[in-house]
T-cell receptor
């Protein structure tokens, strides 16, 4: 069975603090893909990043960085120097490489509140 | 259009009525997905189309739910005899077919969703 766990339901930080959102996944597949999506208060679901299981290189995009560790089945997301505009619900998701559909399995989401 | 579009954005209906939700995918995306998102939860998969073929409908909760994509582009999700428990955000996503080479080839891009409320 495939599963994504985001243990942090809500996180509140003050602007300019760094914050890490945790994501732990379960799959028996050797090929799989991991994603992060952002859902701002306006409600749309915005794609942030996609990683495949063969690429454990960490990625940085501006204030965003992602730490993929297969040994702990984790794909954590760090926002450096958080801003009020980062306030949103963040979802981690998994898709199986052996699936012929590519359907996503989402975690429950982490609500991030950045206070000024 | 540039992105996935869905209509209506909001739908309020009475219990027992049928509703039809529409999705217009990104041009060139042959894969189309429907998800349902309850309040405070992550999206849950409903069904998947590859062109006009419905290849996976394992997530549809019961036979009141159906979907079609007759010409391989626009898709309609229909809920018959709606119940209050059907109230949720219904999201559509599109992508290139899964398994293609390239880092972003099968990334799913989501529409704005349809907020369905069943009274």
């Amino acid at each position: 069975a495939q599963k994504v766990t985001q243990a942090q339901t809500e996180i509140s930080v003050v602007e300019k603090e760094d914050v890490t959102l945790d994501c732990v996944y379960e799959t028996r597949d050797t090929t799989y893909y991991l994603f992060w999506y952002k859902q701002p208060p306006s409600g749309e679901l915005v794609f942030l990043i996609r990683r495949n299981s063969f690429d454990e290189q960490n990625e940085i995009s501006g204030r965003y960085s992602w730490n993929f560790q297969k040994s702990t089945s984790s794909f954590n997301f760090t926002i450096t120097a958080s801003q009020v505009v980062d306030s949103a619900v963040y979802f981690c998701a998994l898709s199986s490489g052996s699936s012929n559909t590519g359907k996503l399995i989402f975690g429950q989401g982490t609500t991030l509140q950045v206070k000024p | 259009g540039a992105g996935v579009s869905q209509s209506p954005r909001y739908k309020v209906t009475k219990r027992g009525q049928d509703v039809a939700l529409r999705c217009d995918p990104i041009s060139g995306h042959v894969s189309l997905y429907w998800y349902r998102q309850a309040l405070g939860q992550g999206p849950e998969f409903l069904t998947y189309f590859n062109y006009e073929a419905q290849q996976d409908k394992s997530g549809l909760p019961n036979d009141r739910f159906s979907a079609e994509r007759p010409e391989g582009s626009i898709s309609t999700l229909t809920i018959q005899r709606t119940e209050q428990r059907d109230s949720a955000m219904y999201r559509c996503a599109s992508s290139f077919p899964p398994g293609l080479a390239g880092a972003l080839q099968d990334t799913q891009y989501f529409g704005p969703g349809t907020r369905l409320t069943v009274l």
